[in-house]
RNA sequence: GACCCCGUCGUCUAGCGGCUAAGGACAUUGGGUUUUCAUCCCAAAAACCGCGGGUCCAAAUCCCGCCGGGGUCACCA
């Protein structure tokens, strides 16, 4: 038999990073097993239904490279794969489960009715899990409206669609047994119930909007790559056998096992993702990095030169976001702040302004406008006078960069050009 | 409140009865390389394995209780 997971999220607007999570394992089990991947749009929520939500969800799958084999932007064996096509599917099954006397009418909605007993599984993550049915009041199946609830339109769903694997957040635990009920009431075949952790706020609450980006667009726009993000997201409950911290997607979907993932909820906390998205960004070449900075390169920077500041920056960003802010003295004017050039260059004025004068008129001098020869320049000129040449070179950077923070000096002046460095070390 | 789940360094985790006076990663601190910052390298500090009882020659690892945290209890998903 084939192995048939699905994700399932609702479109509330966002694409969440928990469906991203939850979508990731899924995804590692189907790829590893070659089973089948599934998207299903569940939008039984008419209120809260908003149509360019779909988008958002399937832009953040596509981003991230978590591609399924069927869904509703692509056709498949068992569409539609979006609940308010499937309608009839559901409320003819109500009705059944009425006639049958499962179920009953109660002020124009179906309610099921539960058994008595015990109801229970043996969950692929947490072993043996089971409910007594007097816990679980009769609950609504399908609502006035003729929607579907949640519980039931997603039994009915994973059962036509043929799913053998739900693979979701601790957060549905309570909700099985009520599925459970469904399914042997439908006389369908059950499948296996693997229920991951769920991702916490620092605060130990379940993770949310307000407390954490919690948005898939957040971590595209701050410039995290969709390979860290997904390593990151792999480390969250699930621990490689080798102990390895970095590792591409196929990796993990060779090494994947259930009984690897933990049961104890993990704090989401970005720190780590910095780092390791550092770690990918560095693992770029010069070129592809060039491309993917193109998006945040301050105004006015043409590609060429977005190209030669890559090498100087690769190690000194974490997030492509960070980019802007390293390299905007190239084409715009800095402000100089004279507190801050004497304090940092632990210098007195009157030596930065003879130092400023006097590199004026060596680099002016200069024909030949590489890194190693203005440097070379820099270090005669500090040798000769006496200057310490971090001083020195400190008093330059912030005078021509407005930054005492900044990629290495020479590279950067040979990339400002003679002219521009020129005109700082001159201006008042 | 009821039911269910969970409990190892600040954070992510390894560990599945002895190899552990608990290992790795991030973060932190110190040092080295260095024109700043960063990268890189080295080192340090950091969990009496929630607490209390058992079982066993031996427990972070098995059992029980307690405490703590979380999740679910909708005609939301």
């Not at 669609?161 to 009520?178: C, F, G, K, L, Y």
């Not at 070379?376 to 040798?383: E, G, K, Q, S």
């Amino acid at each position: 038999m084939t192995i048939r997971v699905r994700i399932a999220p609702s479109p509330t607007g966002l694409a969440h990073l928990g469906t991203i999570y939850t979508a990731l394992f899924n995804y590692a089990f189907a790829r590893q097993n070659q089973g089948q991947f599934i998207l299903r749009i569940e939008d039984t929520d008419v209120k809260r239904h908003v149509p360019e939500a779909e988008q958002v969800i399937y832009d953040a799958f596509a981003w991230l490279g978590l591609d399924y084999d069927e869904g509703p932007d692509k056709s498949g064996p068992f569409q539609p794969y979006r609940q308010s096509e499937r309608l009839k599917l559901y409320q003819d099954y109500a009705h059944q489960l009425v006639h049958q006397k499962l179920a009953y009418e109660d002020e124009g909605a179906i309610r099921f009715r539960v058994p008595a007993g015990q109801t229970g599984w043996q969950d692929l993550i947490r072993g043996e899990v089971k409910f007594a049915n007097d816990q679980i009041k009769d609950f609504v199946v399908l609502k006035s409206d003729g929607y579907p609830t949640y519980n039931f339109a997603v039994v009915v769903d994973d059962w036509l669609m043929q799913i053998t694997h739900v693979v979701r957040a601790e957060d549905h635990v309570s909700n099985t047994p009520r599925q459970l009920l469904i399914y042997q009431a439908l006389q369908a075949p059950v499948p296996q119930f693997a229920h991951l952790p769920l991702l916490r706020n620092p605060d130990h609450s379940k993770i949310s909007k307000r407390k954490n980006p919690v948005a898939i667009a957040w971590y595209r726009q701050q410039g995290y790559l969709p390979d860290a993000l997904l390593n990151f997201l792999c480390l969250l409950g699930w621990s490689h056998p080798q102990s390895q911290e970095v590792f591409p997607l196929d990796e993990f979907v060779k090494h994947f096992s259930f009984a690897r993932v933990s049961t104890s909820a993990p704090v989401f906390d970005l720190t780590k993702l910095d780092w390791l998205n550092g770690v990918y960004i560095r693992q770029k070449t010069d070129r592809e990095l060039a491309q993917l900075l193109k998006p945040f390169a301050p105004p006015k920077m043409s590609e060429t030169l977005i190209e030669q500041t890559v090498p100087l920056i690769k190690e000194r960003i974490n997030k492509l976001s960070d980019y802007a802010a390293m390299v905007d003295f190239l084409v715009k004017e800095p402000k100089i702040d004279q507190a801050l050039l004497l304090k940092k260059s632990r210098q007195d004025e009157k030596t930065v302004a003879e130092q400023r004068a006097l590199a004026v008129e060596k680099l002016a001098a200069v024909e030949d406008w590489q890194a190693e020869k203005l440097e070379r320049v820099c270090r005669d000129l500090a040798a000769e006078k006496n200057y310490h040449a971090g001083k020195f070179f400190m008093a330059l950077r912030i005078v021509i960069t407005g930054k005492a923070v900044t990629p290495p000096l020479f590279a950067s002046l040979a990339l400002l050009g003679k002219t521009k460095t020129l005109a700082r070390l001159q201006k008042k």
